[in-house]
């Protein structure tokens, strides 16, 4: 068996273990300390636009406390893109809400503007004004922002953005997770950067921030005993992991270039080929970290399905896009505005290995085993369609049967 080549696997800068040494030569073993801040601190600064940061047990966590943040309760309505990670739409259920998914658009995948607004219409007729919106950044792609604040503004429904896999990518040269009312992140082994588990939430309103640090230890009192008045979670992100987070923020500009890399390899190295479509950034507005290299197969000439079996018995790993929420059986019941843009996109849609740790002997076996499904099943048509080489064909099969 071949060498597993990953499809996005942690990968560990220099400074990583200082970290978490401190962290154990000082005893800060706990769900706080001083790598808790200093995470919150550089991703502030990273982040810029004077946002605030709760480094938080993982980015579903901070998405549950968004929406507990915001209000959202039994009964209330939550629109989220229809086309993401279970993540992002899990915390609206938490709350007792029901999620509304909206479509895609296809230039960036992500929420489509006018589905969004349809959506919003429909419900205020409905009597359901949506509670808040969200909008996610898909693979890394900054989602329509401009377009889908305005909307936002005009019926004054608040925005979370879920950038759990957007780290690093920028709309309008502005850090994504910026825009909305909160954002979140997410630190998960196979995020661009990890702290084994663990995520964050962002806003300029240092009061949101402020309250999700409190609800996210439990919820206590200023009292001299445990008193609490609210219902809490214990979701705050352990001084330990946090370590790691620190170190790898040193590293995160060289993950970023790395990933973008990546797409730019796989784009060049399979710019020849016959029905692999790329998404690159839709304008000079659209700076994606490129997280996954996502591509779409439109061939009549090798199904998706080729790809990926052959990829698998290389022990190379790829994984079909995100299936669209309003086809899970989970939320089958939910509503859902769109036009099966997501549905398109994920019967055609494969991500490639894509990890900042591939060397490029790794990029080279995942091209290269492409490149042979694409010709095998092209020739192999090519005979098909030919009657005299048909013919030539069954008698060569014949005859190696009989030797
Ligand atoms: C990973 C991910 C999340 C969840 O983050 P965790 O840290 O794993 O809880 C949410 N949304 C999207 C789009 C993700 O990819």
């Known amino acids: 068996m071949k060498e597993k080549i990953w499809l996005s696997s942690p990968h560990m800068g220099e400074k990583e273990m200082k970290y978490v040494q401190e962290a154990f030569a000082t005893n800060w073993i706990a769900p706080l300390g001083p790598n808790v801040n200093g995470l919150e601190h550089d991703l502030e600064a990273y982040l810029g ?40 739409a899990n915390p609206i259920v938490y709350q007792g809400a029901s999620p ?18 349809e959506a919003i219409q429909d419900r205020i007729r409905n009597g359901k004004k949506p509670k808040a919106i969200i909008v996610v950044h898909l693979y890394g792609m900054p989602a329509r922002m401009d377009e889908i604040m305005n909307i936002a503004r005009r019926y004054e429904i608040p925005v979370i953005e879920d950038a759990a896999e957007a780290l690093g990518s920028t709309y309008k040269g502005r850090a994504v997770g910026t825009f909305g009312d909160m954002g979140i992140l997410s630190f998960n082994g196979n995020k661009i950067i990890t702290t084994s588990g663990g995520g964050a939430l962002i806003s300029a309103n240092e009061e949101y921030i402020k309250e999700a640090r409190f609800l996210a230890t439990q919820a206590r009192d200023h009292a001299p ?68 290299t996502t591509v779409l197969i439109d061939s009549d000439e090798y199904s998706i399905i080729d790809i990926q079996d052959a990829l698998t018995e290389d022990n190379i790993d790829c994984r079909p896009l995100w299936k ?59 005979i098909a369609n030919n009657p005299i080489s048909c013919v030539t064909f069954a008698l060569v099969t014949a005859l190696t049967m009989f030797v």
Not at 100 to 117: A, C, G, I, K, R
Request: hydrophobic residues 40%.
């Open 100 to 117: 509304v998914f909206v479509d895609s658009e296809e230039t960036t995948w992500n929420m489509s503007p006018e589905y969004l607004e």
């Open 225 to 292: 005993h445990y008193q609490h008045s609210q219902i809490g979670y214990n979701y705050r992100m352990s001084n330990v992991c946090a370590g790691i987070g620190r170190g790898q923020m040193e590293v995160l500009p060289q993950r970023v270039a790395q990933r973008r890399y990546n797409f730019d390899f796989y784009k060049q190295a399979l710019a020849d080929v016959d029905g692999i479509q790329f998404i690159a950034d839709p304008g000079k507005d659209f700076y994606s970290n490129h997280w996954l």
């Open 324 to 382: 669209p929420m309003h086809m899970q059986p989970v939320f089958k019941h939910c509503l859902y505005y769109g036009n099966g843009i997501s549905e398109r996109l994920f019967d055609k849609g494969l991500c490639l290995p894509s990890g900042s740790n591939l060397t490029e002997a790794e990029l080279n076996r995942v091209v290269a085993r492409i490149g042979e499904v694409v010709n095998v099943k092209k020739s192999f048509k090519n």
């Open 49 to 88: 636009n004077d946002v605030h940061v709760a480094a938080l047990s993982s980015g579903t966590a901070a998405l549950h406390l968004a929406l507990v943040i915001l209000g959202v309760n039994a009964g209330d309505e939550v629109i989220c893109q229809s086309m993401t990670f279970s993540a992002s």
